[in-house]
């Protein structure tokens, strides 16, 4: 192996242990304002909008923070992420009587823009880290060990929460993103992802035909899981089941888990080559395993709460599986897809997608689950990933004739 190719690695697994720490401690913050807010005897719907802030900055975001990391460089970006996330830790610090639902989303705003400017950062930097036919297996790699280790912050955030105490929780996240902060800013290449050219800010949307259709299907995608997960589901297991919470989050840890392990080893268990012609298949198979899911709790439903329950989370981590060989897919497609010089623009613009199917999930998760119950948040689930599979037709396997026509 080349100097250079030891030297992109190092960097490579600098940038994953950047991603992790963050990761961590983002599942663990979601976890921490969730059950706080929920003690305090807020409903589905309150608890849902603490976290719309978190979600509609990512939008601006991923849109903007492509078009900066492609100006002043991807370790800026990820330093900068790292850095309002203590920022965003340390607001929640204050008095319980200053903790309003107000004040708790202005925190909830400057977490959800450092969550996206470090995503953006990682997801960026692979192109120009590791070579072209290695990209659909480090891209999984890196985004199946921070969608487990995601997992782990859930589990995590429910344990401290219920053992140790709010506060006490946000400074220890705060110390260890501190010595990340301070690892990055002293060995992360400061020449990372900054483009050759000047990035014009005209360029912040993609003038690609694939990635504007990928990115629509991937609005949906999310949008599908954020409606169940976000908010119904550990609210219903909490309320329904009665579960305890470091229970709901030790089952949120493990879905998340399997997610990211199962992405983690898609390259070895789905072919490359049909990347793009598999999409729209695995999205019609998780909308209908989903829907399965909503029919077997209203057929149950409270006459026999354990087979509703079994039915549920087994079903629940069947979508993990299958949720993950879909995301896998559009991680890899997005970065392939991507231009060469400046990737966080077209990388950027994607995830913009994606935050916005984020929001719109969690904003239908306490509104349909308010006014309809858990079922119902599946059933709209199912619909969702119909959408998706329906615009994944039709993408092509590769994006860079499309690019050059468009004059990128």
């Known amino acids: 192996m080349s100097e250079t190719n030891n030297t992109g690695m190092r960097q490579y697994g600098l940038i994953c242990a950047n991603y992790w720490v963050f990761t961590i401690t983002d599942g663990a913050l979601r976890m921490l304002v969730l059950w706080y807010f929920h003690q305090q005897g807020y409903g589905a719907l309150a608890i849902a909008s603490l976290f719309v802030f978190y979600e509609l900055f990512g939008v601006f975001t991923n849109l903007f923070g492509g078009w900066l990391g492609a100006r002043i460089g991807l370790n800026q970006t990820m330093n900068l992420g790292l850095l309002l996330q203590i920022v965003s830790l340390g607001l929640l610090l204050v008095p319980a009587d200053m903790l309003t639902v107000v004040w708790?989303?202005?925190?909830?705003?400057?977490?959800?823009?450092?969550?996206?400017?470090?995503?953006?950062?990682?997801?960026?930097?692979?192109?120009?880290?590791?070579?072209?036919?290695?990209?659909?297996?480090?891209v999984a790699r890196l985004t199946g060990s921070k969608n487990s280790l995601k997992g782990l912050g859930f589990f995590v955030g429910s344990l401290l929460?219920?053992?140790?105490?709010?506060?006490?929780?946000?400074?220890?996240?705060?110390?260890?993103?501190?010595?990340?902060?301070?690892?990055?800013?002293?060995?992360?290449?400061?020449?990372?992802?900054?483009?050759?050219?000047?990035?014009?800010?005209?360029?912040?949307?993609?003038n690609s035909a694939a990635l504007n259709q990928l990115s629509a299907a991937r609005l949906f995608l999310f949008a599908a899981r954020d409606v169940w997960f976000v908010v119904a589901l550990p609210v219903s297991l909490a309320q329904f089941f009665a579960w305890s919470h470091a229970s709901v989050g030790a089952f949120l840890a493990c879905w998340i888990v399997v997610y990211g392990l199962v992405q983690g080893f898609a390259p070895q268990m789905v072919r490359q080559k049909k990347a793009a012609s598999s999409l729209w298949f695995w999205a019609a198979l998780l909308s209908v395993l989903t829907g399965l899911i909503a029919a077997s709790l209203w057929l149950n439903g409270q006459q026999n709460l354990l087979l509703s329950q079994a039915l549920l989370l087994s079903g629940l981590l069947a979508f993990a599986g299958i949720f993950a060989i879909n995301s896998a897919y559009h991680s890899y497609l997005v970065v392939a897809y991507a231009r060469a010089d400046g990737a966080s623009l077209d990388v950027g613009f994607y995830y913009m997608s994606n935050a916005l199917g984020r929001l719109l999930g969690t904003i239908l998760s306490g509104w349909v689950y308010a006014s309809f119950g858990l079922a119902a948040c599946l059933a709209v689930s199912a619909v969702l990933l119909l959408l998706a599979a329906a615009l994944a037709r039709g993408l092509p396997e590769s994006a860079e004739n499309d690019q050059e026509e468009a004059g990128v």
């Not at 140790?164 to 400061?190: N, R, T």
């Open 161 to 206: 929460f219920q053992f140790w105490g709010f506060q006490e929780a946000l400074l220890l996240m705060m110390a260890l993103l501190g010595i990340a902060l301070v690892a990055s800013l002293v060995l992360l290449d400061k020449r990372l992802g900054k483009s050759q050219y000047k990035a014009k800010f005209k360029e912040l949307f993609s």
């Open 104 to 138: 708790v989303m202005i925190a909830q705003a400057g977490s959800g823009i450092a969550k996206d400017l470090n995503k953006m950062s990682a997801k960026s930097a692979i192109k120009n880290l590791v070579a072209k036919d290695q990209l659909f297996t480090w």
